[in-house]
């Protein structure tokens, strides 16, 4: 899933990085500014600054979800707007697989539904300037307006490319979930409770997603144009659940933390993020040397997920419900259950050794594919890239945190982090498409997965090598 599987995908790959994705602005920012010393490692020096139970909501990923009394009716709406939010998700990682059953999407039609969110999550940084000139209440109608309300409108889809339009506005709206997530969380939860109650709504998310798009898949076994009932009632679900949650809130009584600006300061303010981040990539090494290991593993991540629904429909020839049971469920509860684990790992070894690990665990997932004959091998896959997932998506979240030099920098970082993964899934889905064309099978695109995959992985655990960087 963009995010929704891992970069999505990974989720959800739009969840994974809330926590830290709006720092400026009325709202708590990080702890104090911390200078490290030249020996400190990343992984501390985001320890010091992001506490157990902290902005990023990481390093509790170990511990149990036990939150202090908060007030009730926050968090419920929050929980509620969050289950509304994982539904879409749910039936979201079902719309490849639609087009190609039932509107009979060939392989290039397929990669533009699939490379569409993940390589649209460059917007969630332009989305991050109109939130800070716009009341949260207003954005949040926005978010609905572009990113979902589209989906909405699948119910009078008459082909794949009007299916695909709607799709393509929806996932420049979804980036924008990015920025506003981060900023519920900052302001109203405090640094004692605020990674439980991110890992409690990242456990409702998945768990949603899961059970929607089983559902999806089941009943569009029964009526090929279930869709068209779903799709609108999970629009209706995700408005009805933001106006709980902006009254719960008291959102619409929050000002812009920045007076609008004229439409050429808006173009100037738009356009300073990406001069930034060449900047930033070009002086910090050490980011540098995160975001290439991060490009080769999402290089392998987004074959993967280009080719996924043509493997189960042209070689497999699975059901709807056959492809959600063994995909979408295997993954999410696999994520599910190794969370606290991973969480663990983190904890012991940082975000950089954690990340290599979690690669290294990939590097078998494209090749388990390529052997994949039925629903029970490509189950087996799915928990194999669903527990490796977990470790990335906690490592993915406290990465830019450890290499920020101050803390004022975080939020900046993070959005470099997560701009590239569009980038990447601009050329990505693409390539791994072209060697399936090319080739007439699956062997090499998954054999450069896996290899991409394995070359992540030592990059990555080179990162924190003696000798090889300073730190």
Known sequence: MPPNHGERC?????????????????????????????????????????????????NVAGAAIVLPRLRGSILAAHVLFTAAYGVGQGVLAMLPVLARRRFDAGDWQTLLITAAVPTLLTASIF??????????????????LVGTFPLGMTTWATGFW?????????????????????LLLKRFYPDSVRGRVFSL??????????????????????????????????AAGQFAGMLILIRAAGLSKLPAARPAATLRDSITALAAPLRSMGRVLREDLRFRQYEQAFMMYGLGWMICNALLPVLATTRLGLTYGEYAGSTLVMQNIAMIVMALPMGG??????????????????????????ATTGTASLSIASVAFGAAMAGVHVAWMLGPVAFAPRAELVPHYVSIHTTLVGLRGIVAQGLGMALYVASGGFVWPFTLAAAAFAWSAWEMWRLRAPGVTRG
Do not use: C, K
């Open 162 to 182: 009007s299916l695909w339009l709607l799709h393509l506005v929806a996932a420049v709206g979804n980036s924008a979930w990015l920025p506003l997530s981060g």
């Open 10 to 58: 990974e989720p959800s790959r739009a969840e994974s990085g809330a926590a830290h994705a709006h720092g400026t602005g009325p709202v708590s920012t990080l702890h104090g500014e911390h200078a490290p010393a030249a020996s400190e490692r990343p992984e501390d020096r985001a320890r010091q600054s992001v506490q157990p139970g902290g902005q990023d909501g990481t």
């Open 345 to 370: 790992l983190l904890d012991r070894l940082g975000a950089v050794r954690t990340a290599a690990l979690a690669f290294a665990m990939l590097s078998a997932y494209p090749l388990m594919l390529l």
């Open 127 to 144: 989305w991050n300037e109109l939130l800070q000139r716009r009341a949260p209440s207003r954005f949040f109608l926005w978010y609905w």
């Open 201 to 234: 709504l990242s456990v409702v998310t998945l768990s949603a997603a899961l059970a929607a798009g089983m559902s999806a898949g089941l009943w569009l076994e029964h009526d090929p144009d279930a869709f068209r009932i779903y799709m609108p009632i999970t």
